[in-house]
């Protein structure tokens, strides 16, 4: 059974950071994309980091490129979304998601494809 697990949202301050984590289990995979959507209310569900097993490729939203980074721990088989200068904006539900593929899988992921394994989702608020 395949198991996604997110820890370390919270509550912070404009300007502040958080670190999220994302502890996968349960299957044995060549190739896929694993990383973050967001949740805010009134709002669709957006794409905000991802990262391609095959080869590394990154993908970051518009929104969030220069202030969050996605890292992977092969070892402990989890990403890690470290998250600065946060803005009110930022505030959401961040959901693991897990999509099998290679190459462009994170674009397609962020792109509406459906997704193999979704987390339970952590919160994030950031006050002004």
């Known amino acids: 059974q395949w198991r996604l697990v997110e820890s370390g949202g919270g509550l912070t301050q404009s300007g502040g950071s958080l670190r999220l984590t994302c502890a996968a289990s349960?299957?044995?995979?060549?190739?896929?994309?694993i990383g973050w959507f967001r949740q805010v209310p009134g709002k669709e569900r957006e794409g905000v980091s991802c990262?391609?097993?095959?080869?590394?490729?990154?993908y970051y939203a518009e929104a969030v490129k220069g202030r969050f980074a996605i890292s992977r721990d092969i070892a402990a088989n989890s990403v890690s979304l470290q998250m600065d200068s946060l803005k009110p904006e930022d505030t959401g539900v961040y959901t693991c998601?897990?999509?099998?593929?290679?190459?462009?899988?994170?674009?397609?992921?962020?792109?509406?494809?459906?997704?193999?394994?979704w987390g339970r989702g952590t919160q994030v608020t950031v006050s002004s």
């Open positions: 990262v391609s097993t095959s080869d590394g490729g990154l």
């Open positions: 998601a897990l999509r099998r593929g290679a190459g462009a899988v994170c674009d397609d992921m962020v792109e509406g494809a459906p997704v193999d394994a």
């Open positions: 349960g299957f044995i995979l060549d190739a896929y994309g």
